[in-house]
């Protein structure tokens, strides 16, 4: 089914933030569009902030006056729910209450055409129950944006059971031509990206709470190191505590208490204390005028490596071997037959990508040559070729001057070291092989398509790649290897390896094959 025509007159219920913000975006892409919210004043409110905020763009020259005329004069705000009856689409930005979404869109069947498309923009509602009590529930969607909705790219267009695919279809192309980048995905909970993303909170939550390292620490690694535009607890602090929590605490209990989605008790004594992040000035960060500025833990000046031995194959790791080259390391190479002993040697310390255990237990099954020697587990990296920080974690029988030749190892690369306790899979190595396979296993539920999933938490939360063809660059094998560690270690289903994950090790294949 085709888009609409821009002569097709666009509703839209609501009118806070998302609702306006819908309301710009459809305006912009030349429809009439009526504007209605239930609380008397209040669409004209958010127009006029739509105003507003459209004046500043032309002051920055992004903008110009007409062009900013011409699309306000386009938003027509209304005040009876019967004024929508013109509208060919009537998108839905009210409370998460699916009992006045219901009453709404019933009452919508009786004012508009018997072909009107009707959306939902809910984040969390399902499209079926939404849909339940309708009369024409197949012309009934979902049409999920992201805020700002006028600046963020991702629109989520969820189909419920009833949805018929030329409604579907057309929403989707119709956010194409609205300059959006939409992708399609089955009502579940969650749907795409508020379901992939639990374990970007989830995993460095769960790392604070056992000592691993400090927030702005973990923050750090994984923007500097990770690739990431923000930290996990910074974010937090930006979405509010209290929005966040529930998010996790409704995702949790429609997936029936799976232990992937576990709410977090550090997060929860946040909420019950009403530090919920920037909006109250205080949550994992102190937002106060006079606030100390925190600084990531970064390990002083280590030993200058000598004569660098690499054993076998360094996996996601091996960009570091020209490092290494380009630094004058003096580095020899041995073959291996044994790829779990795949390591690097300086001096007394043998160096190993995690591979999602405790450093201290991997430490006790390999054959360390003396006494004094002791393993150190580095993390994960977006990319080691370019990475400027790395965290380290030692095991418990490693000593001072262990740690301070792996520091001196990465130090004479260019990379800066964060070290941490002991805990398995470090930050980035846990969080980003999560997030591989809950994004493989929402494809593997038929809730969404391999390209929709990668572009989804791409375009929606900024991710610097997506997970799926990020498990291709770095391996399936690891990221599966780094799973199954982490389930072994904590004896926990939440650390279950997607189907999807382990066809595709088994198989040799990848996921963009």
Not at 97 to 109: A, P
Not at 265 to 271: A, G
Not at 475 to 503: C, F, H, K, M, W
Request: hydrophobic share 40%.
């Amino acid at each position: 089914m085709a888009a609409l025509s821009s002569s097709d007159t666009v509703a839209v219920i609501g009118a806070g933030t998302m609702g306006a913000g819908i309301a710009q975006v459809a305006a912009k892409a030349g429809h009439p569009v009526l504007l209605f919210d239930a609380m008397m004043g209040a669409a004209q409110v958010g127009k006029d902030k739509t105003a507003k905020g459209l004046s500043r763009l032309v002051e920055k020259g992004k903008m110009t006056q007409d062009d900013v005329d011409a699309l306000l004069d386009r938003i027509s705000v209304v005040e009876k729910l019967e004024d929508l009856a013109p509208a060919k689409l009537v998108i839905e930005a009210i409370v998460e209450n699916i009992d006045i979404k219901q009453d709404v869109f019933g009452k919508l069947e009786e004012i508009c055409s018997e072909d009107t498309i009707m959306a939902s923009n809910t984040s969390s509602i399902s499209l079926t129950a939404i849909g339940a009590k309708l009369k024409r529930s197949s012309n009934l969607a979902g049409m999920h944006f992201f805020n700002p909705a006028p600046i963020m790219q991702l629109v989520e267009v969820i189909s419920g059971l009833t949805t018929s695919k030329e409604v579907a279809d057309c929403l989707y192309e119709t956010s194409l031509a609205w300059g959006k980048k939409p992708v399609h995905a089955k009502s579940t909970p969650g749907f795409i990206v508020n379901r992939v993303a639990r374990p970007f909170y989830a995993e460095a939550l769960r790392v604070v709470e056992e000592g691993g390292a400090d927030v702005v620490t973990l923050d750090t690694l994984l923007k500097q190191s990770g690739g990431f535009r923000m930290g996990p607890f910074e974010l937090m602090d930006l979405i509010g505590h209290d929005v966040n929590y529930a998010v996790t605490t409704t995702t949790f209990a429609q997936f029936y208490n799976d232990p992937r989605f576990l709410p977090s008790l550090v997060q929860k004594e946040l909420v019950d204390g009403g530090l919920l992040g920037r909006k109250t000035g205080r949550g994992f960060y102190d937002y106060g005028a006079d606030a100390e500025q925190p600084v990531a833990q970064t390990a002083s000046q280590g030993l200058k490596p000598g004569k660098v031995i690499i054993e076998g194959d360094l996996g996601p790791a091996e960009p570091l071997v020209q490092r290494m080259m380009d630094s004058g390391l003096d580095v020899e190479r041995i073959e291996m037959e044994d790829s779990m002993a795949d390591r690097i040697t300086i001096g007394h310390t043998h160096l190993m990508l995690t591979p999602g255990v405790l450093a201290t237990e991997l430490e006790a099954s390999l054959p360390l040559g003396e006494d004094n020697e002791a393993l150190v587990l580095f993390d994960l990296s977006i990319d080691f070729a370019t990475t400027e920080r790395i965290a380290i974690a030692p095991s418990e029988t490693a000593d001072d001057e262990h740690v301070s030749e792996a520091c001196g190892f990465f130090q004479a690369l260019g990379i800066e070291v964060s070290v941490m306790q002991d805990v398995p899979g470090l930050i980035n190595a846990r969080t980003i092989a999560m997030i591989i396979n809950e994004a493989a296993d929402t494809v593997y539920k038929q809730v969404c398509s391999v390209q929709d999933v990668d572009l989804a938490m791409q375009k929606g939360v900024n991710y610097p790649k997506g997970p799926l063809a990020w498990a291709d660059e770095i391996g399936p094998d690891y990221i599966a290897s780094v799973i199954e560690n982490l389930g072994r270690t904590y004896g926990e289903d939440r650390y279950r390896t997607s189907l999807l994950l382990r066809r595709k090790v088994n198989a040799g294949k990848y996921f963009h094959d």
